[in-house]
């Protein structure tokens, strides 16, 4: 049986962003003589909010450049002009949200992004609709996954039992948030999902397998 609710993160999971997003944080870390690979910081960052990378870069003993404030603001403003030269939505996540709409099923999204970032993200590949007036940030809540109060909030407002709603995470931290609003996660991860697995997600390596894993086919 379908759920009532399909909870979606955005970043790597509606739109391929992450690489691009973390490329602007490992730029940034060269700049303050941290090298990392690109695969290093997203294993590190993807899934994080902002207030939690900087806290973790912070941690690693280089000087940043200024506050925690002023460097996140560095880094959304890099991020943001990146994104606005193109973004790509994940490849079949579109035939899913036809599948979705077919079926009856709503959706929305809960993301740590900013509501900023959704706009261009969103807009660029033609879902910004699909979302308006369901999209839900951590940045307007005030707080972040792992926390699960921002899919306790999504289900309230879409008017659906938490434990009727299903999570579509690539991270992590977005699954343990899941986990403990009570929601079954699928964990979306084309090269594999260790990390996804340890906390109770149910992998997937296709957005093509993921109707029928919503019960969307027979």
């Known amino acids: 049986m379908p759920?009532?609710?399909v909870i979606f993160d955005c970043d790597g999971v509606l739109v391929d962003s992450e690489p691009l997003s973390n490329q602007t944080i490992k730029d940034a870390l060269d700049g303050m003589?941290?090298?990392?690979?690109?695969a290093e910081v997203m294993g590190m960052?993807?899934?994080?909010s902002m207030t939690q990378v900087a806290a973790k870069v912070r941690a690693?003993?280089?000087a940043m450049p200024g506050t925690d404030r002023?460097?996140?603001d560095s880094?959304?403003?890099a991020t943001y002009a990146r994104l606005r030269e193109g973004v790509d939505p994940i490849p079949g996540v579109v035939s899913v949200l036809d599948a979705l709409d077919a079926a009856g099923v709503p959706y929305c999204v809960a993301s740590n992004g900013s509501d900023e970032k959704m706009d261009i993200t969103l807009g660029?590949?033609?879902m910004a609709q699909r979302f308006k007036g369901k999209r839900f940030s951590a940045h307007t809540l005030g707080v972040s996954k792992p926390d699960?109060?921002?899919?306790?909030v999504a289900a309230k407002y879409m008017g659906v039992a938490p434990g009727r709603a299903v999570v579509i995470e690539d991270s992590s931290s977005g699954a343990l948030g899941a986990k403990r609003a009570g929601m079954r996660c699928f964990g979306y991860a084309p090269e594999g999902g260790k990390a996804l697995e340890e906390v109770g997600a149910q992998v997937f390596r296709s957005m093509d397998n993921l109707p029928a894993l919503l019960g969307l086919e027979e």
């Not at 003589?33 to 690109?38: F, R, Y």
């Not at 960052?45 to 994080?48: C, S």
């Open 3 to 5: 759920p009532e609710l």
């Open 124 to 126: 660029n590949t033609g």
């Open 148 to 152: 699960p109060e921002l899919f306790f």
């Open 70 to 72: 002023e460097w996140i």
């Open 75 to 77: 880094i959304y403003a």
């Open 60 to 62: 690693m003993g280089s």
């Open 45 to 48: 960052f993807v899934g994080k």
């Open 33 to 38: 003589g941290i090298n990392k690979s690109l």
